[in-house]
């Protein structure tokens, strides 16, 4: 990937200012504002523990006839998460800044992200994605799977919490609904199991295909936290069967109450606990290679509450990433 490519623009962690309150010097590290290291995708990789990267782009989304607006989602998300309490002093993390996507060319950015992900898996880097559009999806897998395929075991699992199944036919090119359908077919060693399908969102033709292609999942009602052990039953099934673990987390999952700033928001969807705790158990398998976060909206956001929820997962995950590189097995 260049920087200079005619359609994509890169932007570094280190044109990018965090801030937040200002502290006692003496005090050390109290905010994330003050415990990340920028850097450039065109230097040599640092030496992080976990490297943030933004997919500015909502093309995606405007191809599937939503609401644009997520090109902004990495800065808003950036803003909030800046200003939250730091506690992860066993590990390194890096912001290495932004690719967006300029003159409509989704498969431009896409491939350029792609890179990007197996560039950071190459060096033991564990990467969250921070969109934008859940393009990034499509983009983020292939990314995965060129750092695997030609590893003994490599079988990639995906476990999206979303409304929607994002298996669209492409009919044209590809769009935000379009991401597992792409990958399944154009990779095999593939399972995907979704958790939170929301019927009203996800037509008949959608709910045959995940059939046709053996896609697990359940519906919203399921999950819910006085529902998780029977979930956690049903994900140790699966996770059983993989040796790779790839999380992406559309916010348009969660019930408007808590996302109000996404393209599709829903009165119904997830409680924010009962997400958190089925990331700590994701986590706890060892499995987890990488994880991104899609479909935050700041032109529909109310009091910053879908940045600060999205900024408060990522927190999560961070604290969830084992210091021991799993995917070296």
């Not at 033991?124 to 393009?135: A, L, Q, S």
């Not at 990314?143 to 929607?164: M, S, T, W, Y």
């Not at 597992?180 to 996800?202: C, M, P, R, T």
């Not at 032109?299 to 990522?314: F, G, H, V």
Request: charged content about 20%; proline content about 4%; some cysteine.
């Amino acid at each position: 990937m260049s920087p200079l490519d005619l359609h994509i623009q890169y932007q570094s962690g280190e044109n990018e200012n965090w801030s937040g309150r200002n502290t006692d010097p003496k005090s050390g590290v109290q905010y994330w504002y003050q415990a990340i290291s920028p850097a450039s995708l065109t230097n040599t990789l640092s030496n992080a523990d976990i490297g943030l990267i933004g997919y500015a782009c909502d093309e995606g989304v405007q191809r599937n006839l939503g609401r644009i607006g997520a090109v902004n989602g990495p800065t808003v998300i950036k803003e909030r998460l800046a200003k939250l309490a730091y506690h992860h002093f066993d590990k390194t993390i890096t912001n290495f800044g932004d690719v967006a996507c300029i003159d409509h060319n989704l498969e431009a950015c896409q491939d350029a992200f792609a890179m990007i992900i197996s560039k950071l898996l190459s060096n033991k880097i564990f990467p969250i994605g921070i969109g934008g559009g859940h393009d990034i999806a499509y983009a983020h897998f292939k990314g995965i799977h060129e750092f695997v395929k030609n590893q003994p075991k490599n079988r990639i699992g995906i476990i999206n919490f979303d409304a929607h199944f994002d298996l669209r036919p492409v009919r044209k090119n590809g769009n935000s609904g379009t991401p597992f359908n792409q990958i399944l077919n154009e990779f095999d060693k593939v399972s995907y199991f979704a958790l939170g399908i929301q019927k009203a969102s996800n037509t008949k033709e959608l709910f045959d295909i995940a059939n046709t292609y053996n896609v697990q999942y359940a519906v919203s009602s399921e999950c819910t936290v006085e529902n998780i052990t029977q979930i956690k039953q049903r994900l140790e099934n699966f996770l059983s069967t993989i040796d790779y673990l790839y999380i992406t987390i559309d916010l348009d999952g969660f019930s408007s109450a808590y996302a109000p700033g996404v393209s599709a928001p829903s009165p119904l969807g997830f409680d924010p606990n009962f997400v958190n705790s089925i990331l700590k158990y994701l986590f706890k398998s060892k499995k987890v290679i990488s994880c991104d976060l899609a479909e935050m909206n700041a032109e529909y956001d109310l009091d910053s509450s879908t940045a600060n929820l999205a900024a408060r997962l990522i927190d999560g995950i961070v604290g969830f990433v084992n210091k021991v590189r799993f995917h070296q097995h």
